[in-house]
């Protein structure tokens, strides 16, 4: 499922696979496995896979990946912040490109 506003958005014990906000996103008790916002994301007791957005605040929460220029993190965990999230994604890409070509020549 995917939630999706062109401006905020609220999601209160709710989730699903993608949310996506072009203004800000605030999730209390739930989460996604992607979450992306044109503006801040705010999260309280919950969590993602992936978030993008111009400033993220978790408090209790989890995070596996996390694309900000301002994290704050109050009793929570991440994964993998910005640069290591640009170098997977780096690695990852580079990964795709040769099993592709791989696999056009045969």
């Known amino acids: ?3 999706l506003s062109s401006g905020d958005m609220s999601m209160i014990q ?3 696979n993608l949310a996506i906000a ?3 996103l605030a999730v209390t008790m739930g989460g996604s496995n992607a979450m992306l916002a044109g503006g801040d994301v705010s999260i309280e007791q ?3 896979v992936v978030m993008a957005a111009r400033s993220v605040s978790v408090r209790q929460g989890f995070v596996g990946a996390v694309v900000a220029a301002d994290v704050e993190l109050n009793e929570s965990q991440v994964l993998m912040s910005t640069p290591q999230a640009a170098a ?3 690695a990852l890409g580079l990964v795709l490109l040769f099993l592709g070509r ?3 020549r045969s």
């Open 22 to 24: 072009g203004g800000n």
């Open 14 to 16: 709710g989730g699903g």
């Open 102 to 104: 791989l696999f056009r």
């Open 88 to 90: 997977f994604g780096a």
């Open 1 to 3: 499922t995917a939630a």
């Open 46 to 48: 919950g969590g993602a």
